[in-house]
């Protein structure tokens, strides 16, 4: 075979057959994002090679808050510790059939919720098991050295901690923020940051809905958008609330290539606190519309028992996952009265 080759083709066929040579060797295994495994020589563009898949809940995700291992300093400061690891090898089926590549923090997109109070040491032990470097940077308020920008982490086990005083007030994501950054985010390396205030917002049922989406066929488009990472998850699996219980919402935006997201809640208007910065809020409505990282609280309670929808009003991202449902009980029937 080589003979022949180097006969019909002449002087360079060496380098061409051996090229061919290597690649016949390097022959790999992998799993399409429709499921298929396939075995192949070429290039893959951001090839799957394990169908071990992640395990999402957007149930649990809802409402789970992480606090960190709690301490105290000397002064009498609470001081928060965090454990972050990121990695970048894990496989989630976005959508019945369709394998995608998640970047994850703790094992998940989104990351894990972490909480703590306004004026808290937070520290985050950052590990980043991934093969490329990552970072965490937090918006808020805190030392250059600590943004998370500049001091990449090296992949393979590289460790950095950040440390910062909780602030400001609100509801804020966190992202890694190495280049090409949308490449980093779209992946799915993002999470929320609550901070609360020192004298607690009143007793509520408080959610997280991260707005976010997937390019799944790596054209700078989303193919699929949803509320905590499934498309229509909290339609097939609406939320319970009851009647006359305030309930909050902290709203996160993290949809990459589509330059705005909005929410629309059915049956209901909303207090809205942008940012969650301030303890009064801004306006009284049923619809938002927010940029990238754009974030906010909303605060709302039913008045009247039923089934409710929630939405982005920008139809097109409703259609391809951005949809849910309150299932709203009457609490007077729940209490027995
Ligand atoms: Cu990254």
Known sequence: ??????????????????????????????VTHSGQVIQTSGDVLDPLYTTS?????????????????????????TIRDFIIIAEDDKI???????????????????????RATEGDLVRIHFINNGSKSHTMHFHGIHPAEMDG?????????????????????????????????EEHISHGLYGVFI????????????????????????DAENNFYAVNSIPFYYQHHPIQIKTNELIRIYVVNMVEFDPVNNFHLH??????YP?????????????????????GIMEFQYKYPGKYLFHAHKVEFSEKGWVGLFLVQDAKENSGE
């Open 92 to 114: 989630q089926e976005i959508s019945p059939g369709v394998f995608y590549n998640v970047w994850t923090f703790n094992g998940t997109v989104p990351g894990p919720t972490i």
């Open 267 to 272: 049956g209901n208007l909303f207090q809205y």
């Open 275 to 295: 940012t969650g910065t301030s303890l009064v809020p801004s306006t009284f409505t049923d619809m938002i519309t927010l940029s990238q990282t754009e974030r």
């Open 195 to 218: 901070v609360d205030p020192k004298i607690a917002r009143p007793q509520a049922d408080e959610m997280v809905m991260i707005l976010n989406g997937f390019d799944t066929d790596f």
């Open 149 to 181: 920008v500049f001091e990449t982490v090296g992949p393979d086990g590289g460790q950095f901690t950040y440390e910062f005083e909780a602030g400001p007030v609100g509801v804020h994501p966190y992202h890694c923020h190495v280049m090409p950054l």
């Open 53 to 77: 898949t992640v395990e999402f809940d957007p149930e649990k995700y809802l409402r789970d808050f992480n606090y960190g291992r709690i301490s105290e300093s000397k002064n009498g400061q």
């Open 1 to 30: 075979m080589v003979l022949m080759l180097s006969a019909i083709i002449g002087g360079s066929t060496i380098i061409v057959f051996s090229a061919f040579s290597e690649a016949q060797l390097e022959q790999k295994t992998f």
